[in-house]
C-alpha cells in the first residue's frame, strides 16, 4: 500500500502534466478541429519534460524531412532499463537463449507493445486520439493503467506519416465552412505512395517503411503491433479481429490464433463498455503480406488492425438506421445481431471524438492482454523462433553468383535484411544439389527465426477459390493475390532441399550495387545519368549496349541525352503516378510533374521528349473531377464531396488533341495500364483491344515473352515475368501485315505467354488472351506510343520490368545517328 506521502507527491507530479484541452485549446476529436504536426510533437515534448513516465526520441525522417517520433510509455523503472527490456525481447524474438533461460528472461522481461497513428492522413481520428492515450498512460492511477506500466513497454507513434498530417490537417482548415468543407486532397497524401505506404511494408522502398521496420524487426521486436486505421464497412462502428478469410498458410498458426484471442479481449471490451457497432471476419483478410499489421504475423508477432467509423475529416454527421443498407457486402444483416456482428449500432451523432473513445478502448484491451500475459508473450516468441530455426527443409535459398541482373539481386538481398531476414555470402564456390556455385552467391538459410516471412517472398502464392456455396463467385483479395519476390525483381533464386557445405560470413552491411553500363543491370541506368550529368559523352549501339569512347562509340547508333520527361499529375490523387515519379527520382531522371493547364497549350513538343501517364481511366485523365459535381465518396458512403474549381476538370479534349500534336511532332507518349485507352480511343491508333469480360488476374504474376531485338527490351530476359494489378490489357493489330509499316506501324515488345502464364496469384479465363501483345509500341505520325497493357513500376517492387520504362525515357530523348 502506498504511504500518504507518495501518494500526495504524485498527485503534485501529474497536476504539472498538461491536458491535451490545455494544450490545443479544445479538446480532441471536437467538431470541426484537426491538430496538426507542430501540435501533436508540442505536446509530447511537454509531456517529456513534465513526466519520468515517458522518454522521448527520434527514430527517422519522413519522405519530406520532418522527424519521426516515438514516446516510450511505461513506469519511471522501467524506463531507466530499456535497454535492457530491448535485449530481452531480442534474444528471445531470435531464439537465442537456451530452454531454461528463455524461461527465466519471460519471466522478467516487459512486453513490447507497439501503437502507431496516422499512417493515412485522411483517417484523421488515430492521430487525434493520440493525445489522449498518451496523457492516460501518464497519469491514469487506476489499477489497469498502473499494472499496463509495471508490465509492458509501450512504443506510441504518435504519428508515422507527418507530411500527410500537415497537408490533410491544413487543406481541411482552409475548407471548413465553405461548400467545399468535404472536398479530397488534390494530392497524394505522400509523397510517393499516398495510400499505398501501407502496402510497402516488405518493399520498404519508403523512408517511413524502413524507419519504422528498423524498429519492429532489428531493434525491438514487440510481440503485439497494433496498426490503427478508419474505416470498416458500413454502418459498423469498429472492425477487428478476427480477419476474414482466406488465411495465408506460412503464418504460425499460433500467431493467428493470438490474433483472434487480443480480438476477442477487445470485442468484450466494448461489450462491457456499451459501445455498439463491433464488427469482425469481413473485409480485412489474413492472406497478403505486405501492410504495417500483415507483415509482424510473419515475423512471429500479433499484427492487430482496427478500422474505427469515419464521415469525413472532423465533420460531424447524424445517422438514421432506416438509412443504412439491409446487409453488410457478405450478406449479414446490418440492423440484426449476428456472431461477429453482435450488437448493431443503430444510428445518432457520429464525429472523430466517438472514434477516439472507440480508439482508446481498443487500446486497452490490447495493453491489458499484454500487462497480464507478459510472461506467456515473451515466452511465445521464443518458441516460435525455434521452431522455425529446427525446421529442416527447406534448407536453404541461394542466389547464384554470377545473375543476370547481379544489381537487383542485391537490391533484394538487402531489403530482406533490413525485415530482419538472417543473410549469408559465400567466400568461396560450392556445391548444393548437384549445382555449382561461385564465391559471392548469397544463401538465405531456412531455419532461422522469421522463416514464415522468408518462405512467403520467396515461393509463389496460390490464391484460395473461395466461394458462397458450389457455384457462386470466388472471393476476390482484400489486396494483391501474389507477390513472390524474386520473380517481380528478376532475380534468380534456387531451393536447396538438403543440407550442403559452403563456408558462409553473415552479411552485416548493405550489399552496393555495382557501378556497372552493363544493360543486363538496372544500376546501369544510375551510371548512366550520373554520366548524363557531368555532360560525358555515351552512346548506344546498335544492340543497346551503352560506350563512352573506342571503336564502338564511333560506329554506334543513337547519341544519349539527358531525357527532358514529362509526368502528368492530375488532381484526383494518383497514387500510380506517385510511384512512378519515385522511380524516376530513384534512377536520377530529370523530369517535370504537369497539371491540366499544361496541356491546354500546344507547345508541349518544344518542351518535353517523352511524356508518361501513370494508370488512370481515360475519362479520369479527361474530365476529371468535373467543376461542381461530387468529387469522390469517402469511408462513409453519404459522405460526398464538391471539389474546389481550381482543381476540377481534367486535360479535356483540347488537351487530349496536343497530347497528340506532341506524338505526331515526334514526341513519345508512354501510357500504363488504364491509361493506355486514352491514345488508343483518342489517336485513332490501328489496335483493338482485347475484351477483358472473362480474363480476370487480380494482382498477381504472369510470365511474359519478348521479342528479341527490340530497343525497348534491351537488357531483358527473353522470357520474364509481369505483375498485372487488376487484369491488365492485351492488343491485336488491326493493320493488314503489307500496312503495318511506316508512320502507322505496330510493333509486340512483349506478349503474354501463350501456356503456363500464371506465376504466382490467382487468374481465371487466361485463355482470352494467351500470345497476344502486352507491350506495344506504336508509330503516330514521327512519334510513338508506348503501351504498357500492366504497371512495370507498380508500387516500385516491379523491378524486373523497370528496363522498359528506363528504355522507353532514354530511347525518346536520344538522336539516332
Not at 506510441?156 to 467545399?180: C, E, F, K, M, T
Not at 503485439?224 to 498458426?253: C, D, G, K, M, T
Not at 478502448?361 to 530455426?389: H, P
Not at 534512377?587 to 501517364?613: C, G, M, V
Request: hydrophobic share 40%.
Amino acid at each position: 500500500m502506498r504511504s500518504l506521502s507518495g501518494l500526495l507527491f504524485c498527485s503534485l507530479a501529474l497536476a504539472a502534466v498538461p491536458t491535451p484541452r490545455e494544450h490545443l485549446g479544445y479538446t480532441p476529436g471536437d467538431d470541426y478541429k484537426l491538430a496538426d504536426y507542430a501540435d501533436v510533437t508540442a505536446y509530447f515534448r511537454k509531456l517529456a519534460a513534465s513526466s519520468d513516465r515517458i522518454r522521448l526520441e527520434q527514430f527517422g525522417s519522413s519522405a519530406n524531412g520532418k522527424p519521426l517520433l516515438v514516446a516510450y510509455l511505461s513506469s519511471p523503472e522501467n524506463l531507466k532499463q530499456l535497454d535492457r527490456w530491448k535485449s530481452i525481447s531480442r534474444r528471445l524474438a531470435l531464439g537465442q537463449a537456451n530452454l531454461e533461460e528463455a524461461h527465466k528472461l519471460a519471466a522478467e522481461g516487459r512486453a513490447i507493445v507497439w501503437i502507431d497513428s496516422g499512417l493515412h492522413a485522411s483517417e484523421v481520428a488515430p492521430v487525434q486520439h493520440s493525445f489522449d492515450l498518451a496523457y492516460r498512460m501518464i497519469t491514469a492511477e487506476d489499477e489497469e493503467t498502473r499494472r499496463i506500466r509495471d508490465r509492458v513497454i509501450l512504443l506510441q507513434v504518435p504519428v508515422i506519416n507527418p507530411d500527410g498530417l500537415d497537408w490533410i490537417a491544413h487543406w481541411y482548415r482552409s475548407n471548413v465552412g465553405s461548400p467545399h468543407e468535404l472536398a479530397p486532397l488534390p494530392r497524394l497524401y505522400h509523397k510517393y505512395a499516398g495510400h499505398d505506404n501501407n502496402r510497402d511494408w516488405f518493399m520498404l522502398n519508403l523512408p517511413e517503411s524502413r524507419h519504422v521496420s528498423s524498429m519492429l524487426f532489428n531493434e525491438w521486436f514487440p510481440q503485439i503491433v497494433y496498426n490503427q486505421h478508419q474505416s470498416p464497412a458500413f454502418p459498423a462502428r469498429i472492425f477487428v479481429p478476427p480477419y476474414a478469410e482466406p488465411l495465408n498458410p506460412h503464418i504460425p498458426a499460433v500467431v493467428m490464433e493470438g490474433i483472434n484471442t487480443i480480438g476477442a479481449a477487445m470485442k468484450e471490451r466494448f461489450a462491457r463498455e456499451n459501445k455498439p457497432g463491433i464488427l469482425s471476419y469481413f473485409g480485412f483478410d489474413a492472406w497478403w503480406n505486405g501492410g504495417l499489421r500483415s507483415v509482424p504475423a510473419f515475423h512471429n508477432m500479433h499484427g492487430i488492425l482496427t478500422e474505427t467509423a469515419l464521415h469525413s475529416y472532423a465533420t460531424p454527421k447524424v445517422y438514421d438506421a432506416k438509412d443504412f443498407p439491409a446487409r453488410f457486402g457478405n450478406g449479414v444483416p446490418t440492423r440484426e445481431p449476428s456472431v461477429f456482428y453482435q450488437r448493431p449500432w443503430m444510428g445518432g451523432k457520429w464525429g472523430v471524438r466517438d472514434a477516439i473513445e472507440y480508439m482508446l478502448t481498443a487500446d486497452f484491451a490490447i495493453l491489458d492482454q499484454a500487462a497480464v500475459r507478459s510472461g506467456y508473450y515473451l515466452l511465445k516468441a521464443w518458441e516460435l523462433a525455434r521452431k522455425s530455426m529446427d525446421t529442416p527443409k527447406p534448407h536453404a535459398w541461394i542466389l547464384p553468383a554470377g545473375q543476370w541482373d547481379f544489381s537487383e539481386a542485391a537490391n533484394m538481398t538487402n531489403r530482406l535484411r533490413m525485415s530482419g531476414v538472417q543473410v549469408y555470402r559465400s567466400r568461396s564456390a560450392f556445391t548444393a544439389a548437384g549445382r555449382e556455385y561461385g564465391a559471392g552467391s548469397i544463401v538465405l538459410p531456412g531455419g532461422q527465426p522469421f522463416r514464415p516471412y522468408l518462405i512467403d517472398l520467396m515461393e509463389p502464392q496460390k490464391y484460395p477459390e473461395i466461394r458462397a456455396g458450389q457455384s457462386g463467385a470466388a472471393k476476390r483479395p482484400y489486396d494483391v493475390a501474389g507477390w513472390t519476390l524474386p520473380m517481380n525483381m528478376g532475380v534468380e533464386v534456387v531451393r536447396a532441399e538438403d543440407p550442403f557445405d559452403a563456408a558462409l560470413d553473415p552479411v552485416q552491411t548493405g550489399i552496393a550495387p555495382p557501378e556497372t553500363l552493363e544493360r543486363k543491370q538496372n544500376a546501369s541506368f544510375r551510371s548512366l545519368a550520373t554520366l548524363l550529368a557531368r555532360a560525358a559523352p555515351a552512346r548506344f549501339t546498335s544492340g543497346g549496349d551503352i560506350v563512352t569512347e573506342g571503336a564502338a562509340y564511333t560506329s554506334a547508333a543513337w547519341e544519349i541525352r539527358q531525357p527532358r520527361t514529362a509526368l502528368y499529375e492530375p488532381y484526383t490523387a494518383n497514387m500510380d503516378t506517385g510511384w512512378t515519379q519515385y522511380v524516376l527520382e530513384d534512377y536520377k531522371i530529370p523530369h517535370t510533374l504537369i497539371h491540366n493547364e499544361d496541356f491546354q497549350r500546344n507547345n508541349l513538343a518544344t518542351r518535353f521528349d517523352s511524356i508518361i501517364l501513370a494508370s488512370q481511366s481515360a475519362q479520369g485523365i479527361l474530365h476529371g473531377t468535373r467543376p461542381g459535381e461530387p468529387g469522390g465518396r469517402g469511408p462513409d458512403p453519404d459522405a460526398t464531396t464538391v471539389q474546389r474549381p481550381e482543381f476540377s476538370g481534367g486535360i479535356g479534349l483540347k488537351g487530349a488533341a496536343h497530347l497528340d500534336e506532341f506524338v505526331r511532332q515526334g514526341g513519345t507518349l508512354i501510357a500504363f495500364d488504364d491509361a493506355t485507352q486514352l491514345p488508343v480511343q483518342q489517336f485513332g491508333l490501328p489496335l483493338r483491344t482485347v475484351s477483358k469480360e472473362n480474363f480476370y488476374c487480380p494482382g498477381s504474376i504472369i510470365r511474359i515473352k519478348i521479342e528479341s531485338g527490340h530497343p525497348l527490351a534491351w537488357g531483358m530476359k527473353p522470357d520474364s515475368y509481369a505483375f498485372l494489378n487488376d487484369g491488365g490489357y492485351a492488343w491485336e493489330t488491326s493493320l493488314t501485315k503489307e500496312y503495318n509499316k511506316g508512320d502507322r506501324e505496330v510493333r509486340a515488345v512483349a506478349r503474354y505467354a501463350s501456356s503456363n502464364l500464371l506465376a504466382s496469384g490467382w487468374m481465371s479465363g487466361e485463355r482470352a488472351v494467351l500470345g497476344k501483345q502486352i507491350l506495344v509500341e506504336a508509330r503516330h505520325g514521327k512519334g510513338r506510343v508506348v503501351l504498357f497493357g500492366f504497371r512495370p513500376q507498380f508500387r516500385a517492387q516491379t523491378t524486373g520490368t523497370f528496363k522498359f520504362l528506363l528504355n522507353a525515357i532514354y530511347l525518346a530523348s536520344a538522336k539516332q545517328l
